[in-house]
């Protein structure tokens, strides 16, 4: 008795491990649509954007700027005042797809601390992107050309594969 329920238990934890590894993929599917206009292009699943001149980051998902003050981690739509001229379309973003980076702050903090000092490229930004998959996005300048490329991209933007 004790051996079949031990077996029952096994296949059940299969059946519930595939379940979950399933559930992981699709979570960690494109994200593009959700992407704002100012990230910068070439990547199809984003969960958080890192400023590190200013230690402030993006959730993707939930289109909140995540910067700490007063002791805590504030969760906002906008950035506060004091960042009123900042320039997220020429800022350096670093893509982060962990889990609430901002909790292991210290870690980012220190990694990309040499990008404030060191001179970097220009990242390109969806907003000036001339690929079809970015016209998804309803702030991009050309988003009234979706409807030309629906048939070539899924509802993510991203390219399907099983055309002919």
Same mark, same amino acid.
């Given at each position: 008795m004790k051996k079949a329920f031990l077996l029952a238990a096994f296949i059940a934890a299969l059946f519930v491990a595939d379940s979950v590894k399933a559930q992981v993929? =699709?979570?960690f599917d494109v994200n593009i649509?959700?992407?704002p206009v100012w990230g910068p292009t070439g990547y199809d699943h984003v969960e958080y954007y890192y400023f590190p001149d200013i230690e402030c980051y993006y959730n =993707?998902?939930?289109h909140r700027f995540i910067y700490y003050d007063y002791g805590q981690?504030?969760?906002v739509s906008q950035l506060p005042d004091r960042y009123a001229n900042y320039d997220?379309? !020429?800022a350096y973003k670093v893509v982060i797809n962990d889990y609430k980076p901002f909790l292991? !702050?210290?870690y980012y903090r220190d990694k990309y601390a040499r990008v404030i000092v060191e001179h970097h490229d220009p990242q390109p930004v969806i907003r000036e992107s001339t690929d079809p998959r970015y016209?998804?996005?309803k702030e991009h300048p050309h988003h009234d050309e979706w409807r030309n490329y629906r048939d070539r991209y899924d509802n993510d933007g991203h390219e399907r594969r099983d055309r002919n």
């Open positions: 993929r =699709v979570n649509r959700r992407q =993707v998902e939930r981690w504030r969760f997220l379309d !020429h292991n !702050h210290p016209y998804i996005i």
